[in-house]
């Protein structure tokens, strides 16, 4: 058999979950105060039904050439560091 060619989808596919999970936790959690399970999970449920009324899909902001220039000046960057510092 050949190898397999990776999904690549799958790297946006669950960046998106990451990010509606942030959201959240950012607009629902994240200065909520739980005393139970269950008040946590009314707060869950709370925003995926306020989140269903008016859903909106997630979209990259940015072109495959953008990020792709964004991480080689990060990777550049870390390099030069750790080349200064002596490691």
């Not at 999904?7 to 960046?15: D, L, T």
């Not at 869950?44 to 940015?62: L, Q, T």
């Not at 220039?69 to 960057?77: P, T, Y």
Request: proline share 3%.
């Amino acid at each position: 058999m050949g190898a397999e060619k990776p999904c690549r989808s799958s790297a946006s596919w669950i960046n998106q979950v990451e990010r509606w999970f942030a959201e959240l936790t950012r607009k629902q959690l994240q200065r909520g105060v739980h005393r139970s399970t269950a008040d946590l999970e009314a707060d869950i449920v709370a925003f995926i039904e306020a989140h269903n009324e008016n859903p909106k899909p997630y979209r990259w902001v940015k072109s495959a050439d953008q990020i792709l220039a964004s991480v080689k000046r990060f990777c550049h960057k870390i390099m030069t560091r750790t080349s200064d510092s002596g490691d």
